[in-house]
């Protein structure tokens, strides 16, 4: 793997980051592409997504994947707070 990155996520609430941390598991454990690899790892508050990539176009393609669906977990985790 050529081409590496590492961003740190906080969070406001530990039950925001163990939904996405649920939600994101399966398609860690079984990716779509060998192009890239992901590591997902939560500490306190903290989301830590490691992406390492054969390429940067693979790099970019997994970060954009992975930030868009943590974007639309936590939008929904946002609506389900404020309906309860």
């Known amino acids: 793997m050529k081409a ?16 996405i941390v649920d939600a994101l598991t399966p398609e860690i454990n079984k990716p779509t592409t060998s192009r890239a690899k992901v590591l997902l790892e939560q500490k306190d ?5 490691r992406v390492e990539a054969r390429d940067t176009i693979a790099l970019r393609s997994a970060l954009n994947a992975y930030l868009r669906w943590v974007g639309s977990i936590i ?7 404020r309906s309860s």
């Open 45 to 49: 508050k903290f989301l830590f997504l």
């Open 75 to 81: 939008g929904v985790v946002s609506v389900l707070e």
């Open 4 to 19: 590496k990155a590492c961003i740190s996520l906080k969070f406001s609430s530990e039950k925001q980051l163990g939904a």
